[in-house]
């Protein structure tokens, strides 16, 4: 009796794991329209000289990729587009370490001095990695 009752808990948990992780189609309609050469050209130029200061709006990228689609962008592409923009801005305007803003010996001694706890990762401006690698103790 114990066999069958430990038996089916480990059934149930390995459906479980299978279902929740099995892939999900992105969409369920019908393909998109390929878009035509002219149009991604016009895009290509809007966003060169959208960029000629240095930098790109939110607003000048919602613009340039409704153009390009040719209709009103969804949601999940408004995120996107957000996301993307924010992505952009960092690695032009202030990149962690790629600016030399920061020190990378002093980022070598901090991991090496109290490297588990992740305070370089702080230091780097990976704030993110930093709690995780503080919380886990270094991955642990």
């Not at 966003?47 to 949601?75: F, P």
């Not at 957000?82 to 202030?94: C, D, E, L, P």
Request: glycine share 12%; aromatic share 8%; with cysteine.
């Amino acid at each position: 009796m114990r066999l069958v009752k430990r038996l089916s808990i480990v059934l149930f948990f390995a459906g479980s794991f299978v279902v929740l992780t099995s892939a999900v189609p992105a969409s369920k309609g019908p393909h998109p329209k390929p878009i035509p050469a002219e149009r991604i050209k016009a895009a290509g130029d809007a966003l060169t000289l959208a960029g000629k200061d240095g930098s790109v709006t939110y607003q000048e990228l919602k613009t340039i990729a409704t153009d390009l689609k040719g209709e009103k962008l969804s949601l999940k592409e408004k995120i996107g587009l957000k996301i993307f923009g924010k992505k952009i801005r960092s690695k032009s305007n202030g990149a962690p370490y790629g600016d030399g803003s920061k020190s990378q010996l002093v980022a070598l001694l901090l991991c090496i001095a109290i490297g588990t706890l992740g305070i370089h990762r702080f230091y780097l401006g990976y704030t993110w990695q930093g709690v995780v690698q503080l919380l886990t103790l270094g991955g642990c």
